[in-house]
């Protein structure tokens, strides 16, 4: 059974400063696919990023950048000149390739950050 | 573009009364649709999913149920509200099986 686990609960960091947040996996299949969301203060949730496990490179878009660690099942995600509207919960998600459920994602219990001035 | 409504924005609703949600998607044929619920403070749990009109699968089983009646709509409903089913519901689409994107949620709240 696949599982995501978010251990920082929240953090607090000063606009303009890099950040990381973890996410470790579980899974059993040979194929599947990460992805990082951010839920907004009104609740709205935000696709940010993806990996997809057969890819070596780190995606990046924008200041968001993931450091993918396949031997430590490990998709950290990595903020860059932090802005105070990047103060949100961040949910990490795998969804693996053989399931038998659509589509079916698995989140973490997500990461607040908060950004100040 | 694509588009995702949710209708209500928010209900609040006594134990035992029936319930439906709506979601509706513009700008994208067949898509994959999906449920998820969240708890206040907590994670999201996908609930169900249909890839195609009139085909609805369960995801998990919180005494709900789900309907595509149309290839734009996908709807979430119950006869008889329980307190635990508090919480957000959020609509997601997918072209097949590729990156979800979320509908701005329907907060619910009974009493």
């Known amino acids: 059974a696949q599982k995501v686990t978010q251990t920082q609960t929240s953090i607090s960091v000063m606009e303009k400063t890099t950040v990381t947040m973890d996410c470790v996996y579980e899974?059993?299949?040979?194929?599947?696919?990460l992805f990082w969301y951010k839920q907004t203060a009104s609740g709205e949730i935000v696709f940010l990023i993806r990996?997809?496990?057969?890819?070596?490179e780190n995606a990046t878009v924008g200041h968001y950048s993931l450091n993918f660690q396949k031997p430590k099942s490990s998709i950290g995600l990595i903020i860059t000149a932090t802005q105070i509207e990047d103060s949100a919960v961040y949910f990490c998600?795998?969804?693996?390739?053989?399931?038998?459920?659509?589509?079916?994602?698995?989140f973490g219990r997500g990461t607040r950050l908060q950004v100040y001035a | 573009a694509q588009t995702i409504h949710q209708w209500p924005v928010a209900e609040i609703k006594a134990v035992g009364s029936p319930l439906s949600l709506g979601c509706t998607i513009k700008?994208?044929?067949?898509?994959?649709l999906y449920w998820y619920w969240q708890a206040t403070g907590g994670t999201l749990q996908q609930l169900f999913y249909?890839?195609?009109?009139?085909?609805v699968e369960s995801v998990v089983q919180l005494n709900l149920s789900a309907s595509r009646p149309k290839d734009d709509q996908f709807i979430l409903s119950t006869e008889k509200l329980l307190l635990s089913h508090s919480g957000f519901y959020l609509c997601?689409?997918?072209?097949?099986?590729?990156?979800?994107?979320f509908g701005p949620g329907t907060r619910l709240l009974v009493l």
């Open positions: 997601a689409w997918s072209r097949t099986e590729d990156t979800q994107y």
């Open positions: 899974t059993q299949d040979s194929s599947y696919f």
């Open positions: 990996q997809d496990s057969y890819k070596k």
């Open positions: 998600a795998m969804r693996e390739g053989g399931t038998q459920v659509v589509g079916q994602l698995t």
């Open positions: 700008g994208k044929s067949s898509p994959n």
């Open positions: 249909s890839i195609t009109v009139g085909q």
